[in-house]
């Protein structure tokens, strides 16, 4: 038999629903490789029951010839960003650890009821504030890919969503959730040679999801082609009332309206990513995709997002004003974490506990979220920060008048050594330079593998679409799939 | 670089140990000196950064309130309307606290 965990989301659907093989040898296949991959430390916490418990029931179903769900049978790992009732919902932080919802979040709800079923607690940036996977508090991630100059660096899975990128990767899950805030699915995704599809802003709900900066956090699917981001999408995405922000909006069949004809759609190619410095393997990259969007029959046109080079501060404006005013639950009382030092009173044991709870990546965002909305210079910054906002938004509208479909590169660089950049958060944050701007402006963004650069590694190229295009997206995307042909897997030495 | 915002232009000027110090105090979050050692510097090496939005003609444009224009929704006015978000929950509200009595999150005394 084929080895179960080399095939996808669709084609284990499939092949549970034809009787191929059972969604329990399937969850057992998957549970063993997670089982023998400690060393990626892409797991917080194993669930291997939970993926048999859903695997039995969808075996259950099908013998009694009931009708299965779009995700039956397929073991997934779940980003733990996301409340699940009764498992540890770590966010990666001191703080939460140990805590054990009573509630399920709507997207992984949707997830268990489409036959999904959970592998585990995926790894990642502590509170999803991170590039790296570095700031978590239950370690790094180690990206399954390694350069091939002869070095033994382990490198960065991306971030925030790195436990995601790294599981689908080394085939420990053939699907993953992530979150992208500036860029956490699809930054990840590039550098692990995987796809991932952060939605419109309110596709997904965002309830149950720990939240970061609310007016950017967006869930979506992390997979190994384009047809599984599309079919998973569909089983997380909807209205939800008890999301606020949630989309009250049919969710399409993106997944059966998939085609990689592209004749008679514009294909937009922003001037300003067009940045000095930029690695000339990312460029010979992106030359790579206008090449293959032409091929499949797309016309290509110059556009301009004038306000790009703003995107990244104004991100690092607004991303920890939320957060600061997010993160202020975190204080000892109703859940998590407690520090309380003998004698103190409750001011004392706020402080202390968020001094314990939190690593130095999300004090400093607190921070500079707290900073930024004080009195006296809530205008200057934060208020300055959302009309820059407006204007990037406008220069996406503007551009679209233009095209249908945006093309960029998804990051500056490959994957990076860990530590590398561990020291200067400027550097840090500059990785995100091309994810932020469909952020700030909640438009469906996704990131494709394109090639392997010189030293073996993968990267990725990003289309941004309309406001509730995902279609038009994933079909670009699925356009340059075919062409780019990526079917380079790291090499197991985990 | 000019800067266009008037009077709160101050505010992109670097900060001081003791205003980190603050806004720690205003974030609940304790600091010692080592802390401040870091945050200080990274700090300034962010709103250095930043400070170029000062940059953007903004005047004739709005902030953004929300990315995707839509109606806020006010749920219906009905008690348990939905039974996960609504009432009757307090063991499971308390089953994380990290001290919990007599059906309340227990805190150190606050009223002498």
């Known amino acids: 038999m084929t080895d179960l965990t080399n095939l996808g989301v669709k084609a284990i659907r499939d092949g549970v629903a034809a009787g191929d093989f059972t969604a329990r040898e399937v969850a057992e296949s998957f549970n063993a490789n997670v089982a023998a991959a400690a060393a990626l430390n892409a797991f917080i916490v194993t669930t291997p029951e939970h993926a048999l418990a859903a695997a039995d029931a969808v075996d259950a179903k099908r013998a009694a010839g009931e009708e299965l769900g779009a995700m039956a049978g397929v073991p997934i790992g779940m980003k733990d960003l996301f409340?699940?009732?009764?498992?540890?919902?770590?966010?990666?932080?001191?703080?939460?650890?140990?805590?054990?919802?009573?509630?399920e979040s709507t997207v992984s709800q949707k997830l268990w009821d489409a036959g999904a079923g959970m592998l585990g607690k995926l790894n990642l940036d502590q509170f999803a504030m991170g590039s790296s996977n570095e700031t978590s508090h239950f370690g790094n991630v180690a990206n399954p890919w390694k350069a091939n100059d002869g070095g033994n660096a382990v490198l960065a899975p991306g971030g925030s969503s790195g436990g995601s990128s790294a599981a689908v990767a080394a085939r420990l899950a053939p699907a993953a959730t992530g979150t992208d805030t500036g860029g956490s699915i699809r930054q990840p995704a590039a550098f692990t040679g995987i796809s991932g599809i952060?939605?419109?802003y309110g596709r997904c709900s965002r309830w149950g999801i720990v939240a970061f900066a609310s007016s950017l956090d967006q869930a979506g699917p992390m997979a190994r082609s384009v047809e599984d981001c599309a079919v998973?999408?569909?089983?997380?995405?909807?209205?939800?009332?008890?999301?606020?922000?949630?989309?009250?909006?049919?969710v399409p069949d993106w997944a059966g309206a998939l085609s990689a004809d592209l004749r008679g759609k514009k294909v937009g190619i922003p001037k300003e990513y067009r940045m000095d410095g930029?690695?000339?393997?990312?460029?010979?990259?992106?030359?790579?995709?206008?090449a293959w969007l032409k091929d499949a029959g797309a016309e290509v046109v110059d556009v301009s997002l004038p306000h790009t080079k703003y995107a990244l501060p104004a991100y690092y404006i607004v991303a920890p004003a939320e957060a600061s005013s997010n993160l202020a639950r975190y204080d000892g009382v109703r859940y998590g974490l407690r520090d309380l030092p003998e004698g103190a009173g409750l001011?004392?044991?706020?402080?202390?506990?968020?001094?314990?709870?939190?690593?130095?990546?999300?004090?400093?965002?607190?921070?500079?979220?707290?900073?930024?909305?004080?009195?006296?210079?809530?205008?200057?910054?934060?208020?300055?920060?959302?009309?820059v906002r407006t204007l990037i938004q406008r220069d996406f509208n503007e551009a679209f008048e233009k095209c249908d479909v945006i093309l960029a590169p998804t990051t500056p660089t490959a994957a990076f050594p860990l530590g590398d950049k561990l020291d200067d958060p400027l550097a840090m944050y500059l990785n995100d330079v091309f994810?932020?701007?469909?952020?700030?402006?909640?438009?469906?963004?996704?990131?494709v593998p394109s090639r392997l650069n010189a030293k073996g590694l993968p990267l990725g190229l990003q289309l941004v679409g309309k406001a509730m295009d995902e279609q038009m997206v994933l079909n670009a995307g699925l356009a340059i799939e075919q062409r780019a042909g990526f079917d380079a897997a790291p090499g197991k030495w985990w | 670089m000019k800067l266009t915002l008037g009077a709160a232009n101050a505010a992109f000027m670097s900060v001081t140990r003791e205003q980190v110090a603050k806004i720690a105090s205003l974030a609940r979050i304790k600091v010692d000196e080592g802390d401040l050692d870091h945050f200080v510097p990274e700090f300034n090496a962010i709103l250095g950064f930043v400070e170029q939005l000062g940059e953007?003609?903004?005047?004739?444009?709005?902030?953004?309130?929300a990315v995707i224009p839509q109606k806020l929704r006010l749920r219906d006015d009905v008690?348990?309307?939905?039974?996960?978000?609504?009432?009757?929950?307090?063991?499971?509200?308390l089953a994380n606290a990290p001290v919990a009595e007599h059906g309340f999150f227990g805190v150190p005394k606050v009223i002498e």
């Open chain 1, 278 to 290: 930029t690695d000339a393997e990312i460029l010979a990259s992106w030359d790579d995709g206008i």
């Open chain 1, 435 to 447: 994810s932020v701007p469909a952020s700030l402006a909640g438009l469906p963004a996704m990131s």
């Open chain 1, 232 to 250: 998973m999408l569909g089983a997380m995405a909807g209205f939800d009332p008890k999301d606020s922000t949630s989309l009250d909006a049919p």
């Open chain 2, 56 to 65: 953007v003609d903004t005047s004739s444009v709005e902030p953004m309130t």
């Open chain 2, 79 to 93: 008690i348990d309307a939905d039974p996960l978000t609504g009432g009757g929950k307090q063991a499971e509200v």
């Open chain 1, 83 to 103: 409340a699940t009732r009764g498992v540890q919902t770590s966010a990666a932080s001191a703080i939460l650890e140990g805590f054990k919802p009573e509630y």
């Open chain 1, 347 to 387: 001011q004392d044991m706020y402080a202390a506990t968020r001094a314990a709870g939190f690593g130095p990546e999300v004090k400093r965002r607190i921070m500079l979220g707290t900073y930024v909305l004080s009195a006296g210079f809530y205008d200057a910054y934060y208020t300055q920060a959302m009309k």
């Open chain 1, 198 to 200: 952060k939605p419109t």
